[in-house]
Nanobody, 123 residues
Framework: QVQLVESGGGLVQAGGSLRLSCAASGRTFSSYAMGWFRQAPGKEREFVAAISWSGGSTYYADSVKGRFTISRDNAKNTVYLQMNSLKPEDTAVYYC????????????????WGQGTQVTVSS
């Protein structure tokens, strides 16, 4: 069992930055790959980024590549999403999730989810 709690969301102007954190409970955190998804009002949940259990491999949606960076600290049971050059279209609730397999992109493959944190980017 893994419990996930996101933090770090907020209101920022376009071009600004935010860093999201996702703290995990449980001793098995390092055995899970981790992902970030987001969901805007009226839209489906979409993949943002993922990182392998070791942190050696990362994956990004084309819409955030070059602007967002996912990282993890297994000693702190935490995964991060550094978001730079934010755009109004990045506005959404951001969720972190834990994954046992390597099916990075599909939310259905993820085993555990956090409650989400709101990110709002004003123009």
């Amino acid at each position: 069992q893994v419990q996930l709690v996101e933090s770090g969301g907020g209101l920022v102007q376009a071009g600004g930055s935010l860093r999201l954190s996702c703290a995990a409970s449980g001793r098995t955190f390092s055995s899970y790959a981790m992902g970030w998804f987001r969901q805007a009002p009226g839209k489906e949940r979409e993949f943002v980024a993922a990182i392998s259990w070791s942190g050696g491999s990362t994956y990004y949606a084309d819409s955030v590549k070059g602007r967002f960076t996912i990282s993890r600290d297994n000693a702190k049971n935490t995964v991060y999403l550094q978001m730079n050059s934010l755009k109004p279209e990045d506005t959404a609730v951001y969720y972190c999730a834990a994954l046992r397999t390597s099916s990075w992109y599909s939310p259905r493959e993820y085993d555990y989810w956090g409650q989400g944190t709101q990110v709002t980017v004003s123009s």
